[in-house]
């Protein structure tokens, strides 16, 4: 009884302050219109007395505070050594300066790279040995085997060993498919490197034989 006492007081007070809004907005600012509720009415009153060109007429605009974004990325290849470093999205433009630069934090997660943040994480630390193993590996056998064997090992060493243990054949099966892209990217590179070199020194004899 008491909550339906309080609940039909609220309801009470709620319609005589949104009656008196409504009142006060339109006869301050001569404006109404069926199906808008007080404080709309109230509301555009106040856009309809500001001038026509000022800076945000009929619209309200908030600057508001954004947190400061951070983006990592992990880095597990042969190319660099660094620690960390900084890479821009800029340097994968096709053409000129664009309109919106990307500064991404880059960490080593090579294994013997950023000790401390391995430590800490110890699910990036044993990836980091699964993948140092798998290069170990390739240089006594295939890659097949070379995965194969890893996943043994770190399953022995207890290195991740509930997710190999249970995803086995999917890891498996993924890394033989990230290194064969890995080496696809690579000859693919080098080969380009090396057609680039032969157009030039083929372009340096014809300079030659046109001389003489």
Not at 53 to 70: D, H, M, S
Not at 160 to 189: C, G, H, P, W
Request: proline residues 3%; glycine residues 8%.
């Amino acid at each position: 009884m008491g909550v339906g006492m309080q609940e039909r007081t609220r309801r009470i007070l709620m319609t005589i302050c949104g009656v008196l809004v409504c009142g006060f907005s339109v006869g301050m600012f001569n404006f109404s219109a069926l199906g808008l509720d007080p404080f709309q009415v109230f509301t555009h009153g106040i856009f309809m007395i500001l001038p026509a060109g000022a800076p945000g007429f009929g619209t309200v605009y908030a600057a508001i505070n954004l947190p400061t974004p951070r983006y990592v990325v992990f880095y597990n290849g042969l190319d660099r050594r660094e620690e960390t470093f900084t890479q821009y999205l800029s340097e994968s433009f096709a053409g000129d300066e664009g309109c919106i630069e990307v500064a991404v934090r880059t960490y080593n997660i090579n294994y013997g790279h950023n000790g401390e943040l391995l430590e800490k994480c110890p699910t990036l630390n044993g990836y980091a040995k699964f993948v140092s193993m798998v290069r170990e590996n390739l240089e006594m056998m295939e890659l097949p085997k070379a995965v194969e064997h890893a996943v043994t090992e770190c399953i022995r060493q207890d290195i991740l060993k509930d997710f190999l243990v249970a995803q086995r054949n999917e890891v498996v099966a993924m890394s033989i498919y990230e290194y064969n892209e890995e080496y696809a990217m690579r000859v693919t590179y080098e080969d380009g490197e090396t057609a680039g070199y032969m157009r030039g020194k083929k372009k340096e004899r014809k300079k030659e034989e046109d001389r003489t």
